[in-house]
């Protein structure tokens, strides 16, 4: 089978595939039936999507090599977002809350697991080698620096960076009609 059987295989499992939709042979999408990708939208070689609960990802997103989508929640990608190389979204996690074990190889009565929701906006950029924790929101518009970790929501069209994510500065609204 070739890698373009592999992908246009791959899907038809998906919840909803838009047109124009590229998924990159090498990339790894685990529980595809549900997510649901817009049209036009792109993820990269090497990539690993796990759909949890559910995975929605607008129009014109892009998912770039090395990316991580793990937890087991729920994930909400607006039009035109894109998550650059390397970056992190984590829709669950486990904690020591209540004295329990962090291994994920345990049983879930010996664990901890927050599950939840992360939404980025249309238009908002999440930089290379960036962590987002579950339950956060990132706005319409915001970038997140290289590198930074998210744990807490981040106002729209604002620039944001660092350990733990601060707000720098803002960014314009973009001024191109929606395609």
């Not at 997103?61 to 991580?68: D, K, L, P, R």
């Not at 486990?94 to 992360?118: C, F």
């Not at 290379?128 to 290289?146: F, R």
Request: proline share 4%; with cysteine; hydrophobic share 35%.
């Amino acid at each position: 089978m070739t890698n373009e059987n592999t992908c246009e295989n791959l899907k038809n499992k998906l919840k909803k595939c838009g047109n124009n939709v590229k998924i990159y042979p090498l990339s790894k999408i685990i529980t595809p039936e549900v997510i649901e990708i817009g049209n036009n939208s792109m993820i990269d070689d090497f990539s690993f999507i796990n759909g949890g609960k559910r995975i929605k990802i607008g129009k014109y997103a892009h998912i770039a090599s090395f990316v991580s989508i793990i937890g087991g929640g729920e994930l909400e990608l607006g039009d035109y977002t894109v998550l650059a190389c390397g970056s992190r979204i984590l829709t669950g996690t486990d904690t020591y809350h209540g004295g329990k074990r962090m291994s994920t190889a345990l049983p879930l009565e010996q664990r901890n697991v927050i599950r939840g929701k992360v939404e980025i906006k249309k238009d908002a950029f999440v930089g290379t080698n960036a962590v987002i924790h579950p339950n956060v929101k990132i706005g319409e518009g915001a970038v997140i620096g290289s590198c930074s970790l998210v744990t807490k929501d981040i106002e729209p069209w604002s620039i944001n960076i660092g350990v733990p994510c601060k707000k720098i500065g803002y960014r314009p609204d973009v001024t191109v009609e929606d395609i």
